[in-house]
């Protein structure tokens, strides 16, 4: 076992979670590279200061740069705003230190298409955060998918859908200011992600992108409230996704149904341990779906709990995210989704918010 120093930036919702999982997956997966809580870089030193305190680092600092220039420092895991991810990477990459970027890839399509340039000419480790496809029952759907269990697939719906700004009296903040952090720039990434994942690549798209509250306790809403776009994938298939922070009621609806010429599979994350498994075959009186608990035969599930239907939750996402992180570094092979996997969805976003400008479909331009 080797010791490897992160550094993470960012210390807040995101930055706690990358924390945790760097401190548990040694001993979760039994990692080759053993993670050692280096520094946490946050906005100001007195917040530095109490992240280093509350989750275990040795050092602390409000100077991004002091962070990744740090020769103690060996691989760098991004959780900051949108905006900084181009510089904080570039940096990174311009040391030959691998980086984990939190989605999406940059604020805008050039900081994603500049952030896979240097990261493809440093020839290092780079990956990007997109932790729900990596649940036991998702990465089980992947795999049925691929092993023909459905037959062909013949169409996808994909859904993120939360409430947290339902109700119009919400005040507004951060999240209502700059399309970066809005709808499409900060769930539709999520679905877009298990969409490819699931199906393949997007083509083209045909959108509409809405602001339902125009304005909030405390100021304009400059940004999208949901959105909705029919795609269609490289394959042929075709699909429908629907995104939206104002969907009452909903927590983490992160779901999806798809059909199949010999089955169909349905999954949502706020059920995220089931997986429901329709199959074509036998008496039409005995068919239907059937409700897969997820357990140690299904993916990444065993090294969390040797009980099948006790379940695996959101931090563990990020422990599996880590591992791969890891496991890149140390064969220096690149693993999925690397960060032009990340700019692909970007593309997907960008061709979506055209498309709502025309009113017509739009090709997703190749990267």
Known sequence: ???????????????????VAMSSVGAVFNTALRPRLEMVCASSAQSAERYRKAYGFHRATDDWQALVSDPRVEAIVIATPQETHRPIAEAAF??????????????????????????????????????????PASQYARQLIAEGAIGDVTWFR???????????????????????????????????????????????????????????????????????????????????????????GRKMGYAYEISGTNGAIRFDQEDQNTLWLYRMEGPEATRGFTKILTGPEHPDYEPFCQ??????????????????????????????????????VNCVVSAALASAQVGTWKDVEPF
């Open 94 to 135: 311009a040391l030959g230190k691998p980086v984990l970027c939190e989605k999406p890839l940059g604020a805008s399509l050039e900081d994603g298409a500049a952030m896979v340039a240097a990261a493809e000419s440093s020839g290092v480790t780079n990956m990007v955060g997109f932790n729900y496809i990596r649940t």
């Open 307 to 344: 009980g099948p239907g006790h379940g695996t939750g959101y931090q563990d996402q990020i422990i599996v995210e880590a591992r791969d992180f890891l496991k890149a570094i140390e064969t220096g092979q690149p693993i999925w989704p690397t960060f032009r996997d990340g700019h692909a």
């Open 158 to 248: 994909g859904e993120h859908t939360e409430d947290f700004y339902a109700d119009p009296q919400t005040p507004a903040t951060w999240r209502t200011d700059g399309m970066a952090n809005g709808t499409m720039g900060d769930l539709a990434p999520h679905m877009i992600n298990a969409a490819m994942a699931l199906i393949g690549p997007i083509t083209k798209v045909s959108a509409e992108v809405e602001t339902v509250h125009k304005t909030r306790p405390g100021g304009e809403v400059t940004n999208d409230d949901h959105a909705q776009m029919m795609c269609r994938f490289e394959n042929g298939v075709m699909g429908h996704l629907y995104i939206s922070r104002i969907a009452t």
């Open 1 to 19: 076992m080797t010791q490897i120093g992160i550094g993470i930036l960012g210390g807040g919702y995101m930055g706690k979670a990358h924390a």
